[in-house]
């Protein structure tokens, strides 16, 4: 019993602490998880008519947009698909992150976009750093996501049935009941509902909030090895080159279109400096990315470069690093389609609803307490008065 006030007590702190933080989380994350869904049919510069020209190759595309984006560096080219814009991907870390969407069969520029501006720029800066300094906001999300573990698994512990007749109360709401058994309801039998798509969402944000976390999360899943840190093989500088027919991106373009014909995207990383290599992601799908295919060529001899990193071939991954690919498709849903999508923002919804209601138990409780304490007990009472007999 002692036990079950001590969780009671910590579970109650905890949630007042956090629950503003937890409402924001569940809040943008409702609103960011058809954010595909909404962009694609709200910007019609992401699609093109099919055409039965071929695509531009990457070194192009490339010349055209930074035209369109000058005094930038092109991150990356990527294509998806005959009805959808190609993209060249500029990307800075903490300088620029920029968009050109081009017509892939003419090479027209489409749309220059900033996409660190707009709605669901904004509602992600909520989602990860609470519109905060990010060196305040992240960790503030990460401890905030931490006591959200340690409240579902708590919250579950509080509403564990102590015998078989109390059972079935846990698993409905008494909607005829005063508001107050209503609210106690929601926050209880809602709460136990939502719980683990709660840990779901927990775990995999802990993922990103902590290292310590991830690292373990990695050695538990890949069974004992340490994750080996992203790196990029590099190209050897030093080779004699032949004669290339093309621009090395083009090349590499063209051997990955023939080994992935049915390919959702294909994105052609191009190199970062004379020593880079180049990249190219091969996913089969375009509405999630643990499945895409990473692989590295040497840009002067077009030599497949190995990685021993997570991102390398994704039949050559351990269950660590099949995790960690996972880690965002499943946090957002992505990775069981459009039915994941539709459960994650129902559990975000339901779970955003929880600082309310506990809350209002807590709010309820308080007011409780405080009318006891202020009633007057009968033994402190004024005696009546006695009536002398005549």
């Given amino acids: 019993m002692w036990i079950r006030k001590i969780i009671g007590k910590l579970h109650l702190w905890l949630g007042l602490i956090s629950g503003f933080i937890v409402l924001m989380l569940a809040?943008?994350?409702?609103?960011?998880?058809?954010?595909?869904?909404?962009?694609?049919?709200?910007?019609?510069?992401?699609?093109?008519?099919?055409?039965?020209?071929?695509?531009?190759?990457?070194?192009?595309?490339?010349?055209?947009?930074?035209?369109?984006?000058?005094?930038?560096?092109?991150?990356?080219?990527?294509?998806?698909?005959?009805?959808?814009?190609?993209?060249?991907?500029?990307?800075?870390?903490?300088?620029?992150?920029?968009?050109?969407?081009?017509?892939?069969?003419?090479?027209?520029?489409?749309?220059?976009?900033?996409?660190?501006?707009?709605?669901?720029?904004?509602?992600?800066?909520?989602?990860?750093?609470?519109?905060?300094?990010?060196?305040?906001?992240?960790?503030?999300?990460?401890?905030?996501?931490?006591?959200?573990?340690?409240?579902?698994?708590?919250?579950?512990?509080?509403?564990?049935?102590?015998?078989?007749?109390?059972?079935?109360?846990?698993?409905?709401?008494k909607w005829n009941a005063r508001w107050r058994r209503r609210n106690y309801d929601l926050h209880n039998v809602l709460g136990?509902?939502?719980?683990?798509?709660?840990?779901?969402?927990?775990?995999?944000?802990?993922?990103?909030?902590?290292?310590?976390?991830?690292?373990?999360?990695?050695?538990?899943?890949?069974?004992?090895?340490?994750q080996v840190e992203f790196y990029d093989p590099g190209s050897d500088t030093t080779a004699v080159l032949a004669q290339l027919a093309a621009p090395a991106p083009d090349l590499i373009w063209e051997k990955m279109k023939k080994e992935y014909p049915d390919a959702g995207s294909l994105e052609v990383h191009i190199p970062e400096g004379p020593g880079g290599s180049i990249e190219v992601g091969a996913n089969p799908s375009t509405t999630s990315y643990w499945k895409a295919d990473y692989r590295y060529f040497d840009q002067y001899t077009l030599k497949e470069l190995p990685v021993k990193h997570t991102w390398g071939r994704v039949d050559q991954a351990?269950?660590?690093?099949?995790?960690?690919?996972?880690?965002?498709?499943?946090?957002?849903g992505a990775i069981w389609g459009l039915p994941g999508k539709i459960l994650a923002f129902c559990g975000s919804l339901l779970i955003g609803s929880l600082p309310i209601t506990g809350f209002l138990i807590w709010l309820g409780r308080k007011k409780k307490t405080a009318a006891k304490k202020s009633a007057v007990p009968r033994t402190a009472r004024a005696p009546r008065p006695v009536t002398a007999e005549v």
Wanted: charged share 15%; glycine share 8%; aromatic share 18%.
């Fill in 192 to 226: 136990f509902y939502v719980s683990w798509i709660g840990l779901i969402f927990a775990v995999t944000g802990l993922v990103w909030g902590f290292q310590w976390f991830s690292k373990t999360a990695y050695w538990v899943s890949s069974g004992g090895k340490q």
């Fill in 27 to 173: 809040v943008t994350g409702c609103i960011y998880a058809f954010q595909q869904e909404i962009q694609d049919a709200t910007q019609p510069y992401r699609h093109v008519a099919a055409q039965s020209s071929p695509f531009l190759p990457p070194s192009r595309l490339h010349h055209i947009a930074d035209s369109a984006n000058p005094h930038k560096h092109v991150h990356a080219i990527r294509y998806a698909g005959p009805e959808s814009a190609a993209q060249a991907i500029y990307y800075e870390y903490l300088n620029y992150y920029d968009i050109v969407f081009l017509n892939p069969y003419t090479g027209e520029v489409l749309k220059v976009k900033d996409m660190e501006k707009g709605f669901f720029p904004f509602i992600l800066e909520g989602h990860f750093y609470l519109w905060l300094p990010h060196s305040v906001g992240q960790p503030v999300v990460a401890v905030a996501t931490l006591i959200f573990f340690v409240m579902v698994i708590s919250g579950i512990i509080l509403w564990w049935p102590r015998n078989k007749a109390g059972a079935r109360q846990r698993f409905t709401i």
């Fill in 318 to 332: 351990n269950g660590g690093d099949l995790f960690m690919r996972m880690n965002y498709d499943i946090h957002t």
